[in-house]
T-cell receptor
């Protein structure tokens, strides 16, 4: 069973603070990692992709990947109330006999609440 | 029009009805996907098509039948659904395996 684990939250942070969202995955061979943001009643929106160990920054977002620890995180700097949403971690496992390599395994998501 | 568009946005149907969900992507991608999202559960992959060929089928009941006539269009044909099939059905596309998937707005399906 390929699992992606996230703390469901809610994670509450004050406006202007750094929000830290974490994700662990079970398939050691996973190669591609994605963070999606999903507002209530809306579809997931891609916000970050990361493929190699280390940090990747895009505006106020930083994704961090540690394949040895099977851990990926998302930092949101200067959090805004508009960042309040559910953040989904998605992991793309290596192809196997039973897996084409196209599927993404999603976590259940972490609910983030940024308070003014 | 850009991105991934899904129709209808909302659908209410009885258990004996037959309906179809439609998805169209304008991104020039080669792969298209159907996902099911139910409350309190992770997104569940249902079907994957790459260049119009089905490449993955995750033990989905036969009352769901996908169709991919070309690389830009994907359908999900529904018949004799059950109340537990009520969910948000999401279509996505990607350039290739391992690449980011981009989602449509989804179809909110309610089975009476």
């Amino acid at each position: 069973q390929k699992e992606v684990e996230q703390n469901s939250g809610p994670l509450s942070v004050p406006e202007g603070a750094i929000a830290s969202l974490n994700c662990t995955y079970s398939d050691r061979g996973s190669q591609s990692f994605f963070w999606y943001r999903q507002y209530s009643g809306k579809s997931p929106e891609l916000i970050m992709s990361i493929y190699s160990n280390g940090d990747k920054e895009d505006g106020r977002f930083t994704a961090q990947l540690n394949k040895a620890s099977q851990y990926v995180s998302l930092l949101i700097r200067d959090s805004q109330p508009s960042d309040s949403a559910t953040y989904l971690c998605a992991v793309n496992p290596l192809p196997t006999n039973s897996n084409s390599g196209y599927a993404l395994n999603f976590g259940k998501g972490t609910s983030l609440l940024v308070t003014p | 029009e850009t991105g991934v568009t899904q129709t209808p946005r909302h659908l209410v149907m009885g258990m004996t009805n037959k309906k179809s969900l439609k998805c169209e992507q304008h991104l020039g991608h080669n792969a298209m996907y159907w996902y099911k999202q139910s409350a309190k559960k992770p997104l569940e992959l249902m079907f994957v098509y790459s260049l119009e060929e089905r490449v993955e089928n995750n033990s989905v009941p036969s009352r769901f039948s996908p169709e991919c006539p070309n690389s830009s269009h994907l359908f999900l044909h529904l018949h004799t659904l059950q109340p537990e099939d009520s969910a948000l059905y999401l279509c996505a596309s990607s350039q290739d395996k391992g690449q980011p998937q981009h989602f449509g707005d989804g179809t909110r399906l309610s089975i009476l």
